[in-house]
């Protein structure tokens, strides 16, 4: 199946004896050459969505228990010529590699030289992100030729790891319209896990997914978003003022554009307004309706009518555009940031 460029794989329709070896060619194919075998007599069950774009593949990968090896032998006969990030959605699994084991489980990903020997067990099955970067682009990026030995990191609670992890789920949603924009925010960010120097706009992006990651936590304030991101707080706010906000101001657009999505969604009709302003870390329903008419327009109660009733409010009350009725947004300042932190709350979700 071809969406937007993705395809489908799965060892649903191929018989029960020739599933591992299936899944094997397709990843050969797609990602890395692999050796697999099962981890006991159930029958291999495996589905994996691809993105291949000039620099960058991009996979989520399922799969029922079983091990993944990928030995000298196999190496020389297909060179993986780059490096595998691995983000663990569900299931924990081990990583053996020449120097020893690494355990990984959701939230701790894992970034490895492809053309180093591992192996992979997955005892209980497993839902993954997978980005492979060849070894050009990650030597335009980050001046290294490869991995040396593997590297974990934090993807939930370190900002620039969870942004490139959000980056690659909504690349395999079939979101992003540049592609090219995509390839060159996500190896930025990846040089950033791996401790490189990158530009401004890679911080300003992984800032903005981790406010997006954190909006229901009353407590989110400059200085840990800085903290989060490895700036200080007066670098933080200076690259935010930069772009035409404060921090406290992106803080409170995303909250509000979070909830404006809420509204609009007939599922959660029968959430309250004091529900969603404490979901959203909101000091007081009262804060929340005042901030909210600042920045639509109208009050949440009025919005919500309007949007479930089906009427289009104006392009410029959609989040990410100025605010309706002349308004400019809370202190004066237009709102830019909803789409950047909305998609990064649906990842979330969807994880």
């Given at each position: 199946?071809?969406?937007?460029?993705?395809t489908?794989?799965?060892t649903?329709n191929?018989?029960?004896?020739?599933?591992?070896a299936?899944?094997?060619?397709?990843?050969?194919?797609?990602?890395?050459?692999?050796?697999?075998?099962?981890?006991?007599?159930?029958?291999?069950?495996?589905?994996?969505?691809?993105?291949?774009?000039?620099?960058?593949?991009?996979?989520r990968?399922?799969?029922?228990?079983?091990?993944?090896?990928?030995?000298?032998?196999?190496?020389?006969?297909?060179?993986?010529?780059?490096?595998?990030?691995?983000?663990?959605l569900?299931?924990?699994?081990?990583?053996?590699?020449?120097?020893g084991?690494?355990?990984?489980?959701?939230?701790?990903?894992?970034?490895?030289?492809?053309?180093?020997?591992?192996?992979?067990v997955?005892?209980?099955?497993l839902?993954?992100?997978?980005?492979?970067v060849?070894?050009?682009?990650?030597?335009?990026?980050?001046?290294?030729?490869?991995?040396?030995?593997?590297?974990?990191f934090?993807?939930r609670?370190?900002?620039?790891?969870?942004?490139?992890?959000?980056?690659?789920?909504?690349?395999?949603?079939?979101?992003?319209?540049?592609?090219?924009t995509?390839?060159?925010?996500?190896?930025?960010?990846?040089?950033?896990?791996?401790?490189?120097?990158?530009?401004?706009?890679?911080?300003?992006?992984?800032?903005h997914?981790?406010?997006?990651?954190?909006l229901?936590?009353?407590?989110?304030?400059?200085?840990?978003?800085?903290?989060?991101i490895?700036?200080?707080?007066?670098?933080?706010s200076?690259?935010?003022?930069?772009?035409g906000q404060?921090?406290p101001?992106?803080?409170?657009?995303?909250?509000?554009?979070?909830?404006?999505?809420v509204?609009?969604d007939?599922?959660?009709?029968?959430?309250?307004?004091?529900?969603?302003?404490g979901?959203?870390?909101?000091?007081?329903?009262?804060?929340f309706?005042?901030?909210y008419?600042?920045?639509?327009g109208?009050?949440?109660?009025?919005?919500?009518?309007?949007?479930?009733?089906?009427?289009?409010?104006p392009?410029?009350?959609?989040?990410?555009?100025?605010?309706?009725r002349?308004?400019?947004?809370?202190?004066?300042?237009?709102?830019?940031?909803?789409?950047?932190?909305?998609?990064a709350?649906?990842e979330q979700?969807?994880?």
């Amino acid at each position: 199946m071809s969406v937007h460029g993705l395809t489908r794989f799965s060892t649903e329709n191929l018989p029960r004896a020739l599933r591992l070896a299936g899944w094997e060619g397709h990843n050969s194919r797609s990602l890395v050459g692999l050796s697999a075998r099962p981890t006991d007599d159930r029958p291999f069950a495996g589905t994996e969505v691809n993105l291949w774009l000039p620099r960058v593949q991009l996979a989520r990968v399922s799969g029922s228990p079983h091990v993944v090896e990928r030995d000298t032998r196999r190496i020389a006969a297909e060179p993986g010529e780059g490096v595998v990030v691995y983000f663990p959605l569900s299931g924990n699994s081990e990583f053996f590699h020449r120097d020893g084991c690494l355990p990984l489980f959701p939230g701790r990903g894992l970034v490895c030289d492809a053309d180093q020997p591992f192996r992979r067990v997955f005892a209980r099955g497993l839902t993954e992100l997978v980005l492979k970067v060849p070894r050009a682009a990650l030597r335009e990026t980050t001046g290294r030729s490869g991995l040396a030995e593997p590297q974990v990191f934090d993807f939930r609670g370190a900002a620039h790891a969870l942004a490139l992890a959000s980056s690659v789920a909504k690349a395999l949603q079939g979101a992003p319209a540049d592609w090219e924009t995509l390839e060159s925010t996500t190896l930025e960010l990846l040089a950033a896990v791996l401790g490189e120097e990158v530009p401004d706009r890679s911080h300003i992006a992984a800032a903005h997914l981790y406010i997006a990651a954190h909006l229901g936590e009353p407590d989110l304030s400059a200085g840990r978003i800085a903290a989060a991101i490895g700036y200080s707080e007066r670098q933080l706010s200076r690259l935010f003022a930069e772009s035409g906000q404060s921090v406290p101001q992106a803080v409170l657009a995303a909250r509000l554009d979070a909830v404006r999505r809420v509204l609009a969604d007939p599922a959660s009709a029968g959430t309250t307004l004091a529900e969603l302003a404490g979901r959203y870390g909101f000091a007081s329903q009262a804060h929340f309706s005042r901030t909210y008419r600042a920045r639509f327009g109208v009050t949440p109660l009025q919005d919500r009518r309007e949007l479930l009733n089906g009427r289009l409010l104006p392009v410029s009350a959609v989040p990410g555009r100025p605010t309706p009725r002349g308004a400019r947004g809370c202190h004066g300042v237009p709102q830019c940031t909803g789409d950047v932190a909305g998609a990064a709350e649906e990842e979330q979700q969807a994880w």
